[in-house]
């Protein structure tokens, strides 16, 4: 089961915190979920990912794409960070 909560949204950035397990159809229901909260241009999508525990490959999949998306992964698992492809160096930035 996933849960996707709205902490801040704002003309200034848009923030989603994500928890459970990102995997089947959890994984269309956070891509339609970032669809919806797309902020637009020059303004960051962030995802809060410290309570996810667990993500299949088309999670991971999906992820990566955000990602190339410019979307902000805060606060992965180290697990989480390193399928994602998070290199020595690379900042994932902690949530304020």
């Given at each position: ?22 995997a089947?159809?959890?994984?269309a ?23 996810v ?26 697990y ?17």
């Amino acid at each position: 089961m996933l849960r996707i909560t709205v902490v801040d949204a704002s003309c200034q950035s848009v923030r989603l915190r994500v928890e459970g397990r990102l995997a089947g159809r959890s994984v269309a229901e956070l891509r339609q979920t970032c669809e919806l909260h797309f902020p637009g241009p020059g303004v960051p999508l962030m995802l809060d990912l410290a309570d996810v525990s667990f993500a299949d490959a088309e999670g991971v999949a999906l992820l990566k794409s955000l990602m190339r998306d410019n979307v902000t992964l805060l606060n992965p698992s180290p697990y989480l960070a390193i399928q994602v492809g998070h290199h020595e160096g690379q900042a994932f930035l902690p949530a304020t």
